[in-house]
């Protein structure tokens, strides 16, 4: 992690804070420090304590739940549309869960303490928290089904594209270990499927980024995408 320039000297980026009028804007910024993420780093560990939360920027994070020492699976993504560290506002005293880097990128790094005092004085700054914690329970339970039901190279191209939606740039920079982790599959899988998806011309790889095409990916990727972004659309608008 590298610190940058201090929070106010940027405009704010992420989506969640750019709905909120500017004093609980500011008030975000002025207790926040800006830093770069790079892929694979931990953010926040499961059964521990959340001390801080974050607003992502260009950063998009996966929460994984760890079943055994070998074993973990994706429940969602998490990007500039939301927060990271929802569990401080539901008062949990660990949070289960191990919040990895997908896609590197900068986020607002704030004390848990102090997003609290923001979120019990209401307004728009609460009401935006709950609606985003209503979306992404929404993301966990379509990923549930779409897990169940729905071949790898789908589940693969709704998943580059909603890392592409958070991150709103052209390519994803991911490791094939984070892929297999997130999609259930094995590192072996995971490249049979970029090739597959590179065949159709959904993608294009490189030796350290997946470019994506959208038009094409979009037409291999599962309906649970779509599904996804007309609910989050739905959910987060004001």
């Not at 804070?17 to 800006?34: D, F, K, T």
């Not at 079943?67 to 949990?92: C, F, K, P, Q, T």
């Not at 990128?105 to 935006?128: E, T, W």
């Amino acid at each position: 992690m590298t610190n940058a320039a201090p929070t106010l000297l940027i405009a704010p980026t992420n989506r969640l804070l750019s709905q909120l009028p500017v004093h609980q804007r500011n008030a975000i910024h002025r207790g926040s420090e800006l830093a770069f993420y790079s892929v694979g780093d931990v953010l926040l560990h499961s059964q521990t304590h959340s001390n801080y939360v974050f607003f992502p920027i260009e950063a998009v994070v996966s929460i994984v739940r760890p079943l055994r020492e070998d074993l973990s699976v994706e429940l969602g993504l998490i990007g500039n549309e939301g927060m990271i560290g929802l569990d401080v506002i539901m008062h949990a005293k660990t949070q289960p869960d191990d919040t990895v880097v997908q896609s590197a990128g900068s986020a607002l790094r704030m004390p848990a303490d102090d997003l609290l005092k923001l979120f019990y004085g209401g307004g728009p700054l609460q009401k935006q928290l709950l609606r985003f914690t209503h979306a992404f329970l929404g993301q966990v339970a379509q990923n549930a089904v779409c897990n169940r039901f729905h071949p790898l190279a789908a589940r693969m191209a709704k998943w580059l594209l909603m890392i592409q939606d958070r991150a709103a740039a052209p390519e994803v920079r991911s490791t094939p270990r984070l892929m297999a982790i997130a999609l259930g599959a094995s590192e072996k899988e995971i490249d049979e499927n970029l090739q597959r998806l590179a065949a159709t011309g959904g993608i294009r790889q490189r030796r350290d980024a997946i470019v994506i095409e959208r038009e094409l990916l979009e037409l291999n990727a599962c309906d649970c995408y779509e599904v996804l972004r007309e609910a989050y659309g739905r959910t987060l608008t004001s």
